[in-house]
């Protein structure tokens, strides 16, 4: 009996080293010190906190195309970035120098896309204008409606330089966690404006592109599929300053909607990387 199990052993025993060995370290460092890092990676990512704010006005007006219309009363909703948006698609490049062993530099750049939503925001009532059918004088009248908003497209361009820290180092799983400053880049946003009778208000500037400085941190997890071949999971967190306002079209009172502070996003990204 023993003997058996003696010789199961022995036949078993180098299979599980084999296979530990494929789970711990490489024969070979996969990333020694002085090696570069390069790979493209695509995820998302998830735009927390109130895209535009609620807003409540009476007696003003906004000006679509360099248009003034009177408004008597105006009331709207608050809208995440989800509410407007698409789930963003990213994908960007990144390349990085190993310091150390475990010590990374690195910087890479990204595009993030969403397609914009037509949404319903609140209510107004309007001034409208027509033409008297029998004299042909202007003639104005109020007209309580709902407002129905068509978002455009979401894009971002960023930029950044960070570093980050692998743990294990010479294991084929390698954990790392990072940090990065990040130069971001959004065009603007607007909304193209018709009522429930699809009477065209107009288009309305709400957000100006623009460049602003940001930070992040990160964390993920390699492993090495291949001699000098990588692939990995991350994730984020990332501050969001707040984009630059117009406050041309809806004027000083309804700019309110905008009165938003920075919010923060989580990217998840899958990356693919190649070290020589």
């Known amino acids: 009996m023993l003997r058996g199990v003696a010789r199961v052993a022995l036949a078993v025993l180098p299979a599980l080293l084999m296979a530990g060995g494929s789970i711990g370290p490489a024969a070979a460092d996969p990333l020694p010190a002085g090696s570069f890092v390069v790979g493209p990676r695509v995820g998302t990512t998830f735009i927390l906190g109130d895209h535009l704010e609620a807003t409540t006005a009476s007696n003003t007006q906004i000006n679509p195309n360099n248009q003034q219309i009177p408004v008597v009363s105006w009331s709207t909703n608050a809208f995440s970035f989800s509410d407007i948006y698409k789930q963003p698609v990213t994908a960007g490049f990144d390349a990085g ?152 079209d809806l004027g000083s009172t309804l700019s309110a909607i905008t009165d938003v502070s920075g919010s923060i996003d989580i990217p998840l990204a899958v990356r693919f990387n190649a070290a020589f």
Do not use: C
């Open 97 to 248: 120098y190993m310091l150390t062993r475990s010590l990374e530099l690195f910087g890479g750049g990204s595009y993030t896309f969403a397609s914009g939503k037509q949404k319903t925001i609140g209510n107004a009532t309007i001034t409208k204008s027509d033409f008297d059918p029998e004299t042909g004088d202007p003639i104005f009248f109020n007209e309580a409606t709902s407002l129905r908003a068509e978002f455009n497209d979401y894009h971002e361009i960023a930029g950044e330089l960070g570093a980050r820290w692998h743990f294990l180092p010479g294991s084929v799983f390698r954990p790392y966690v990072g940090a990065s400053a990040r130069l971001l880049w959004r065009d603007d946003l607007h909304m193209d404006l018709t009522d429930d009778t699809n009477f065209v208000i107009g288009r309305v500037r709400l957000y100006d592109s623009g460049v602003k400085f940001a930070g992040g941190l990160q964390a993920g997890l390699n492993y090495e599929v291949a001699e000098g071949a990588s692939v990995g999971a991350m994730v984020g967190i990332n501050l969001r300053p707040e984009q630059s306002r117009n406050k041309q």
